[in-house]
């Protein structure tokens, strides 16, 4: 039987090895679950989750803001990659997911991902909402600081 886990999580490393981004070495973090290591300079901590409509709600135990501070730590670059069920991908920079989450830790926080069909996605968080929508084309190319110009303001 194919878990959640590596269904999703699939998703994510395959559209990594189809883009032209120069993914020399994908590795898993030796002790974060949700965690990806590429090349050696970019951290990936994956959430998903199973709903088949929008909207998609992502909880941040503080278990999860340790891994992702850890992760951060370690590597340097690093992005929050949520995927939302078998509809599409957003990437989250750590600025990203400071502005979503705030600076404390909270004991529960979220990130609520929504889309009406054929939009691009909407994004806020226990401590605010991103000011651009995310298209779904963004990922993997903003992992790597690629400037996505289909991101609108919404």
Known sequence: MIRDIERYHGIVLARLIRADMAVNQIRSHPSIR??????????????????????????????????IATLASEIGRLSVILVCGLDGIVALDEAEIVQLLGERDDPLEWVRVDRIRNQMYGVSGSAGRLAAKVADNAFPGKVFGLAVSQRIHS
């Open 34 to 67: 949700s965690a990806y290591v590429l090349n050696e300079s970019v951290g990936l901590y994956v959430k998903y989750s199973t709903s088949r409509l929008s909207p998609w709600k992502f909880n941040f135990q503080l278990e999860h803001r340790s891994e």
